[in-house]
Nanobody, 125 residues
Framework: QERLVESGGGLVQPGGSLRLSCVAS????????MGWYRQAPGKQRELVAT???????NYADSVKGRFTISRDIAKNTVYLQMSSLKPEDTAVYYC???????????????????WGQGTQVTVSS
């Protein structure tokens, strides 16, 4: 059973926009942080944007003013709206969630780290 389901990746021209979505399974609860990371070929995985349980948001300097992270707590979902996309934004984007889990009918507060399988974003003309 998938814990995180990502969608929205694809091919877009420079200057275009994409919206990524990540839905966390209801087996994940007491979420303390949600966010997005990315990894380009030959590079380390890097933080793109995160939002904490208290609403604090962090962005990588390279995406400030272009990307917007948001969340829908009721839907266990985090979004990444990407605008003014550049070729250097090309990467596999990974959803990340930190929270507890249900185990054999009981609640385990964790916290545990969950990662999506990644969705490819390609910015090219």
């Amino acid at each position: 059973q998938e814990r995180l389901v990502e969608s929205g990746g694809g091919l877009v021209q420079p200057g275009g926009s994409l919206r990524l979505s990540c839905v966390a399974s209801r087996t994940i609860f007491s979420i303390v942080a949600m966010g997005w990371y990315r990894q380009a070929p030959g590079k380390q995985r890097e933080l793109v944007a995160t939002v904490s349980s208290g609403g604090s948001i962090n962005y990588a300097d390279s995406v400030k003013g272009r990307f917007t992270i948001s969340r829908d707590i009721a839907k266990n979902t985090v979004y990444l709206q990407m605008s003014s996309l550049k070729p250097e934004d090309t990467a596999v984007y990974y959803c990340h969630v930190e929270g507890g889990t249900y185990s054999r009918g009981s609640r385990d507060p964790g916290p545990y780290n969950y990662w999506g399988q990644g969705t490819q974003v390609t910015v090219s003309s």
